[in-house]
């Protein structure tokens, strides 16, 4: 069946399980006219090519992961963390913004076991067979980034990944207060450049995540990648890693301005 038969025989199908059941119904067209509406916007630019050199070095990876004896056991956690920018991708396009935060939480996480796993090389056999308790107790993402602080001989609220885990964590519990970004459901982007976030997301984690299988890989099986000059290896993603970054932070500029906006009004009215 061709993608032109596919995409009628789905439109066919949305428009039957609207008789039947119109609010399901209305969720799958809403994501799907997001999806179209960002495709539109991005397939010519520079937003998906970074992301496709990032897929394929993580598919050379996993690959050489597989192939080295030194390496094999942890060959799933890089294939989880293919999978959490996979779910990213898709959901930035459907507007889903609370589960790119979920997915780059996850990818943070395989982030702070590659780096404990560098610097403690020990450790990787001990996390492979642990029990909860164990786990819960030293390998939780609050006691790896403890141990990493004190390797840096800094206070863990000092390290530059402790914002933005307790953000991701906050996003993620219920809490009696909403997030300007990252919430649950569709993003209504009432805010300028607001249909970014997920792509700031993808290229920060990834950064700092193929950072860290850089070192890891170098100490514990050189040459089991050639891929070392990362310039080199992801030229596009470094571009649109840029432009990305350009856009939050203006972004960010604006919400700044809006806010202090809104408490000098405030100031002025009492």
């Known amino acids: 069946m061709s993608e032109r038969q596919n995409n009628e025989q789905y439109e066919n199908l949305l428009n039957q399980l609207y008789a039947t059941d119109p609010l399901i119904a209305g969720v799958l067209a809403r994501a799907q006219r997001n999806r179209f509406q960002r495709l539109s916007q991005y397939s010519s630019g520079a937003r998906f090519k970074g992301p496709e050199e990032l897929l394929r070095l993580l598919g050379t990876i996993e690959t050489s992961f597989k192939l080295d004896s030194r390496l094999s056991n942890l060959t799933f956690l890089v294939a989880r963390a293919r999978a959490d920018f996979e779910t990213s991708i898709e959901a930035t396009l459907c507007g889903l913004h609370g589960i790119v935060g979920d997915s780059m939480r996850d990818v943070m996480e395989i982030e702070f076991l590659f780096r404990e796993f560098h610097h403690d090389p020990s ?9 909860q308790k164990t786990l819960r107790n030293k390998y939780r993402p609050a006691v790896l980034r403890e141990k990493h602080a ?4 800094v206070r863990q609220e000092d390290l530059a990944e402790a914002a933005d885990y307790k953000g991701h964590s906050m996003a993620l519990h219920v809490l009696p207060r909403q997030f300007l970004l990252g919430g649950r459901g569709f993003a209504e982007e009432s805010l300028p450049f607001e249909s970014d976030f997920g792509f700031w997301e993808i290229f920060e984690h990834a950064r700092r995540l193929v950072l860290t299988l850089d070192a890891f890989i170098g100490k514990t099986a050189p040459q089991a990648v050639t891929w070392l ?12 890693y840029e432009r990305a970054m350009e856009m939050q932070s203006i972004f960010q500029g604006l919400v700044e ?6 408490k000098t009004e405030r100031l002025e009215e009492s």
Request: no cysteine; net charge negative.
């Open 229 to 240: 000059e990362l310039e080199k290896e992801l030229p596009l993603f470094g571009e649109a």
């Open 150 to 153: 004190k390797r840096l001989q």
């Open 123 to 131: 450790s990787r056999s001990e996390w492979l067979v642990a029990d």
């Open 257 to 262: 301005a809006a806010i202090k906006e809104t």
